[in-house]
């Protein structure tokens, strides 16, 4: 379905890659190939997504524009850090970053490259770098699953750190081993401090919060009725109705710019050492074309951040989530939320 679904907007991508082939005001970024032009070519990825994931999309751009793609998929982590080993001398041109603290680490050791305004004003502002250096290609909210039998909306708190209230005790859960809940609390660690952070993830521990290995068993826990709600991302929501229709869980957003209303993004940024950038260009204007973030909006059920696309109609629209006032390159220091979590979780 994906494949006839992108091949059917290929004529229409390739014609929008076309009609943005226009010198860039960095004359050593050269432009964009078109697909005449690009026969031959070779581009290499580092991808912290899955190959199941974004593996079609890899595919569908090489039919479309004739440019080879190389692809090393790995953690998102790992691979910023191999990045940061090989420095120069890596062959990458692009990082496909499954969340933006690895593109902001990346960034703030100086080793990506501006991106073009017509690239950044694709999406909002506050879904890519502020200098310009990555750009966000879907996005993840941080959300609460909930059980629809036990709760209603107006059950649950107006803020994250009210699920440490005392009637919380056993009746919620998390993923303290996922990416995802790292990401969260990283982003805890810069709004709100260490201290607070910590005391939030001792409030959990102290309050019998439940603890599962993954967002999906979490969200499978909530649906059975083991435990009324769930710090999950927003996606797993649909994944398990696609399989369980009748499911009696929904999401919650939280009213307000609350720091639990993250989202985060899996991004993508073009290493300077890069001696192909008009590749990896068209590479990242590809990924914002229609066709492939309507493949993340249908396929994977993330927020598609082409500015004008809706997302899923189940979705609570971008527009009307408020998101801290943060900014998610700040979100690079995984270590030390790594380090935290080891303190207080092996007690």
């Known amino acids: 379905m994906l494949h006839i679904r992108l091949m059917l907007a290929a004529a229409l991508v390739v014609a929008a890659l076309l009609s943005i082939a226009l010198p860039l005001p960095d004359s050593r970024a050269g432009h964009l190939l078109a697909p005449a032009e ?18 079609p999309v890899i595919a569908q751009f090489e039919g479309d524009t004739g440019i080879a793609v190389e692809v090393r998929y790995g953690d998102t982590t790992a691979l910023a850090l191999t990045l940061l080993e090989e420095g120069a001398r890596t062959p990458a041109d692009v990082f496909f970053a499954q969340d933006a603290g690895a593109l902001g680490l990346l960034a703030k050791e100086g080793v990506l490259a501006p991106l073009p305004a017509y690239i950044l004003d694709s999406v909002e502002p506050r879904f890519r770098s502020p200098e310009g250096l990555w750009v966000g290609i879907s996005g993840r909210a941080r959300v609460v699953a909930y059980n629809t039998d036990a709760l209603d909306e107006a059950d649950l708190p107006a803020s994250l750190f009210g699920f440490l209230a005392p009637e919380w005790a056993g009746r919620l859960g998390f993923a303290p081993t996922n990416a995802s809940f ?23 521990l102290a309050n019998d919060a439940r603890q599962y290995e993954r967002n999906s068993a979490a969200v499978a826990a909530v649906a059975a009725g083991e435990i009324d709600a769930a710090l999950v991302n927003h996606y797993y929501l649909f ?23 993250l989202i985060n993004v899996a991004g993508l940024g073009i290493l300077a050492s890069s001696d192909s950038k008009p590749l990896a260009q068209q590479f990242a204007a590809y990924l914002l074309s229609r066709s492939a973030q309507t493949y993340f909006a249908e396929e994977t059920f993330e927020y598609p951040l082409l500015i004008g696309l809706d997302a899923d109609p189940r979705l609570k629209p971008l527009s ?28």
């Open 38 to 55: 690009a026969q031959g070519a070779t581009l290499t990825i580092y991808s912290g997504r899955s190959e199941e994931l974004v593996g």
């Open 182 to 204: 790292h990401a969260h609390l990283t982003a805890i660690r810069v709004s709100e401090g260490d201290e607070a952070a910590r005391a939030f993830v001792a409030g959990l």
């Open 239 to 261: 994944r398990h109705l696609a399989e369980n229709p009748e499911a009696p869980v929904a999401n919650y957003y939280f009213p307000g710019d609350d720091i639990g209303n």
């Open 320 to 347: 009307e989530i408020e998101t801290p006032a943060l900014d998610l390159s700040d979100l690079d220091d995984l270590q030390g939320t790594l380090d935290l979590l080891d303190e207080l979780l092996v007690q």
